[in-house]
């Protein structure tokens, strides 16, 4: 049971998709604030449907995030008037979002030079 | 930027543990949020709200198992099932009381003496000068030639003190009893002679005064100064803050009260506590062998070695053998063959600690056999239990518990169990600390003082031994339960025990390792009692029943020697004019007690031996009549009469085997002994006898006259009149004398030898007390397994009384089995107890280790206890209405 299916059903090995997915939260709560059910919402936005998140990973996901200190969480009433649980980046959450997607450029930089390599 | 994540995480961590509650309710909401959303969305999408509610949890996977993961991410897991499980357990013990006071009880007599036991060797052994700062380096030190151990003497101290580099300070330390005067008011006092150096070097500080200057040591009794305890300060002086400077009497000499020591400070005697110290130049007041200070021969000194940090016992012990040899080679009038030992405090081998040793060491092997005895019944117990929970478990298992959770519930069980029973055993070992005070010799004038420890390091032991036996007697129910085979369970509810018939042997196996270990304390227990009996029984060379022993304390009154003498003609002329009273006679030491007896290195006159080869003899110095009195038979010769007195020729009465060691078995009546430097002519020749112990094996001995050496006190009285009759009659005979006299105890000296041989005594009676609780455990074990038996085979017994059996049958039956499970128990025990009874040796008293008699009473109670333990479950087993088990 990976955490993120993507949608051709290729298997990807489980820590590069965890780093994935926490660099993928920690981006979409470094916007604005949001609660589980938003961020569920803007995952399969902006990703315009290519990974789906399940439901039943983004939870675990985000309570991690939250233990490591990097989001704080917060009961906010939310737009329909319920009690809502949002999530807003922390400053050590800025720390870790700006290293991991440095992390991110470097790997996609050199996965994306390497594929255009053997392509010609 | 560590620290920044700990602000972050610790607070996060802690809300975790300690609102538990509020966080799982704000899971539950912010997933309840999450649902109703995506319902919402489901239905908008078209959806009916069936289907989009089935949808939107399909989406969460399964709801419980996202939450479980969540709560995986609060990494507090571990913690949070250890409470879970031990809030659980606290519910399974509640349930069943009956059950769970059991476990507790005996884990708790188990847990509980293995902590008195610890307590008493930290207290006793390891750790017995709590005030002390630098124990750990302090070491006891000795000298040891031919004859065995001995004392040191102060020249070889002193050039011990100045030659190694390895012990950072030396401490000279001898206990003294001595009657102590204030005012008109006398009593026994007991104290230490000590080097100057004595507080300085264990980093005691006196709360008022000062303590001895280096000086004080120096100069033939030129220093009457005395440190007191602060017992004798509270006691004798009632607090006095002025007590500086004021005087009391020791043994008629002043002495300037300069200190008094801190609270808690004892002194150095493990054992007894000392009420005063005085420096060593004292030393001739409280003992009457003359100054010892300047002469290489006398030792007296039971000294102590600080060795520097770092400095093991081993370097330093090849330090002190080395300097012993140059010793040896500088006097060899005086050293020839000694050489100096260390020992570690716990094994020093002049005062309780030594003496406890033994007794120690068997108390810790029997209160394990006895933890191992609770631990197996305690597991058996479980056992039983477990059959009971069979059914939970199986539930649990198929509902997807892990096995290993089931595992870590069962042990947190155990350990909530082996937690409790710690608390308990505290408690017993808080109340039974000072039991061996009890069992401690009694003095007049002696203060007691045996401190059991319970420190950190006891409670760190005995935690231990929670842990330990928690796994000893958690783990093997555990395993089975971790063995449960799911499809079988299900298929029958009814059936054996937990893991059927086949694992009987486990639970048999426990019931066999008590009753062995318990038939071993038996048999232990047994040969020591028949070794004390023994012991009282013995004949020690001199009548013990015929002669009495008591003492007429005249220095204590101010007496001088020449009072001393014509008091003690006095009385013994009294004495032996009463009816009933053979004879009396004084001496200064009586055999078989506390007091040790002279000695001094004997030369003899024509003898074929080296003439530097003077060997150390022990002497006893006695009045007229004393061999008649004790009932000594004299082989050739005379006794001292009263003409030996001081201006007479100077003579001795040798025993049997001195004659063998110096005179060849000839006669040597009429030939001259050299003792402490003065010529004596040999008179007589006495049996030889025991002399300081039971134990002892025959050795060189004689006896000097009372009048021609120093003063004595101990009186022996022949009689065959009872000694409380005696005790009146010796008082009025005093009292006439002098109204300010009053004789000591009188006892018989088979009681004499019998409180000598205390040491023994106690470690008899503690083994009866561990091997009554072991026996008593052990039968519990063996009801417990029979009576399991009895009711898990109802049917079968039912069987067979409808088939005709009757009671005597179920009877034969039932005790048949119990009577196996002992005979198996006490063919290992007795194995077993051939090899181990071989330790108690040292304690063993013309007794052999494996004595038929004592293994024959021991068979005899085991069986006892099996048949009283299988007694109750057979009256239940014939009570069986075969009608009904057979229905069920």
């Known amino acids: 049971m990976s955490l993120v299916t993507e949608t051709k059903n290729v298997s990807k090995p489980a820590d590069f998709v965890q780093g994935t997915l926490d660099l993928l939260l920690l981006k ?93 | ?127 017995p000068f709590p005030l002390v700062a630098a124990q750990d380096r302090l070491v006891a030190i000795t000298s040891e030639d031919r004859n065995g151990r001995d004392d040191l003497s102060w020249p070889d101290f002193l050039d011990l003190r100045e030659n190694s580099t390895l012990v950072e300070v030396f401490i000279a330390d001898r206990i003294v009893s001595t009657t102590l005067s204030i005012g008109a008011r006398s009593e026994r006092a007991t104290g230490s002679v000590v080097s100057a150096n004595y507080f300085q070097a264990l980093g005691i500080h006196p709360i008022l005064g000062r303590t001895f200057d280096p000086s004080d040591e120096i100069g033939r009794n030129a220093h009457p100064v005395t440190v007191i305890s602060y017992q004798a300060w509270k006691d004798r002086y009632a607090g006095d803050v002025n007590i500086i400077g004021k005087t009391q009497l020791f043994n008629g000499v002043k002495h300037t009260i300069i200190g008094v020591a801190p609270p808690g400070f004892h002194g150095t005697f493990v054992g007894y506590s000392f009420q005063f110290w005085v420096p060593a130049s004292m030393d001739e007041v409280f003992d009457a062998g003359g100054y010892k200070l300047e002469n290489r021969a006398a030792r007296w000194i039971e000294g102590f070695a600080l060795l520097k940090p770092g400095v093991t016992i081993q370097q330093a012990q090849l330090e002190m053998s080395a300097i012993a040899r140059r010793l040896e080679n500088d006097y060899p009038a005086t050293n020839r063959g000694m050489t100096v030992k260390l020992y570690p405090l716990w094994q020093t081998p002049f005062n ?38 069979r059914h939970e478990m199986t539930v649990r298992l198929s509902l997807g518990a892990a096995r290993h959770r089931l595992l870590k519930q069962l042990l947190t069980e155990s350990l909530l169990l082996a937690l409790l029973a710690g608390c308990g055993g505290f408690a017993v070992a ?88 318990s038939f071993v304390l038996l048999v232990a227990a047994g040969l020591l009692l028949k070794s004390v009996r023994a012991m009282r029984d013995s004949n020690p060379g001199f009548s013990v029943d015929q002669t009495l022993t008591t003492s007429v304390d005249m220095i204590a009154a101010g007496y001088n020697p ?121 008179v007589g020749v006495a049996q030889d006898s025991k002399y300081s112990s039971l134990l002892e094996t025959a050795k060189p001995f004689f006896y000097v006259p009372l009048r021609q050496s120093i003063m004595g006190q101990a009186l022996a009285i022949r009689t065959s009149l009872p000694p409380g009759i005696v005790a009146r009659a010796l008082t009025r005979a005093v009292k006439a004398l002098d109204a300010n006299l009053a004789p000591g105890e009188v006892i018989t000296m088979r009681e004499q030898v019998y409180r000598m041989s205390w040491s023994e005594r106690a470690a008899v009676t503690l083994l009866m007390i561990l091997g009554g609780i072991a026996l008593a455990l052990a039968a519990i074990g063996l009801y417990g397994i029979i009576s399991y038996n009895v009711s898990q085979s109802t049917r079968e017994l039912g069987l067979r009384i409808a088939l005709g059996a009757d009671a005597s049958d179920l009877m034969r039956l039932i005790v048949s089995y119990g009577f196996a499970l002992t005979a198996a128990g006490m063919i290992v025990g007795g194995i077993a107890a051939l090899g181990l009874t071989r330790l108690l040796g040292y304690l063993l008293y013309q007794v052999s280790p494996r004595d038929p008699l004592t293994f024959a009473s021991a068979i005899a109670i085991m069986a006892a206890a099996s048949l009283l333990a299988c007694l109750l479950p057979a009256w239940r087993a014939m009570r069986i209405d075969p009608v009904q088990a057979l229905r069920n």
């Open chain 1, 28 to 120: 979409i709560l470094a916007l604005e604030p949001l609660h589980g059910w938003a961020v569920s919402q803007r995952l399969t936005q902006v990703s315009g449907n290519i990974l789906q998140v399940s439901d039943g990973s983004l939870y675990p996901a985000l309570h991690k995030l939250e233990q490591e200190g990097w989001v704080r969480a917060e009961w906010k009433t939310s737009d329909l008037g319920r009690r809502a649980k949002f999530y807003s980046l922390t400053r050590l959450g800025r720390r870790q979002l700006a290293s991991e997607s440095a992390n991110w450029e470097r790997l996609s930089g050199a996965i994306t030079s390497v594929v255009k390599l053997s392509e010609v």
């Open chain 2, 1 to 127: 930027m560590r620290l920044e994540r700990w602000l972050y995480v610790v607070p996060l961590r802690l809300r975790s543990i300690f609102r538990y509650g509020r966080v799982e309710e704000e899971l539950d909401e912010e997933l309840a949020f999450h649902l109703e959303r995506q319902v919402a969305e489901n239905i908008a999408r078209g959806l009916t709200p069936e289907q989009a509610q089935h949808a939107a949890r399909q989406a969460l996977h399964s709801l419980e198992r996202t939450k479980e993961e969540c709560r995986d991410m609060r990494k507090v897991r571990l913690l949070e099932d250890l409470m879970k499980d031990l809030y659980y357990a606290l519910r399974m013990l509640r349930r069943s009381p009956g059950f769970s006071i059991l476990a507790i009880l005996c884990l708790t007599l188990g847990i509980g003496a293995t902590t008195v036991v610890f307590s008493w060797m930290e207290g006793i052994l390891l750790r």
């Open chain 2, 352 to 389: 309780g600690a030594g003496t406890l040793l033994p007794t120690l060491r068997i108390s810790l092997v029997v209160a394990c056999f006895v933890l191992f005895i609770a631990c197996a019944n305690v597991g058996n117990l479980l056992l039983f239990r477990s059959f009971a929970r």
């Open chain 2, 430 to 517: 808080y109340w039974c600390r000072n039991l061996i005070m009890l069992l401690f010799p009694r003095y007049p004038g002696v203060i007691v003082n045996l401190p059991a420890a319970i420190d950190w390091r006891v409670l760190a032991l005995s935690a231990g031994v929670c842990v330990i036996s928690t796994l000893l007697f958690g783990l093997i129910p555990a395993l089975q339960a971790g063995k449960i085979d799911l499809a079988d369970a299900m298929k029958s509810d009814s059936g054996g025990a937990l893991g059927g018939r086949g694992k009987a042997w486990v639970r048999s196996a426990l019931v066999l390792v008590q009753v062995s270990l």
């Open chain 2, 562 to 682: 020449e009072r001393i003498r014509s008091f003690e003609d006095a009385l013994l002329d009294r004495l032996q004019r009463m009816a009933g009273i053979q004879t009396a006679a004084f001496a200064r030491v009586n055999p078989i007690s506390y007091k040790s007896f002279s000695s001094s290195k004997i030369d003899i006159a024509r003898s074929e031996r080296q003439k530097e080869e003077q060997p150390v003899i022990e002497y006893a110095e006695v009045g007229p009549a004393y061999l008649a009195t004790l009932g000594i038979p004299l082989i050739s010769g005379r006794e001292f009469t009263r003409a030996d007195n001081e201006n007479a020729r100077f003579v001795a009465v040798v025993n049997q085997t001195m004659v063998r060691q110096f005179w060849a078995g000839k006669d040597p009546v009429g030939q001259r002994l050299q003792v402490k430097g003065q010529w004596v002519q040999v």
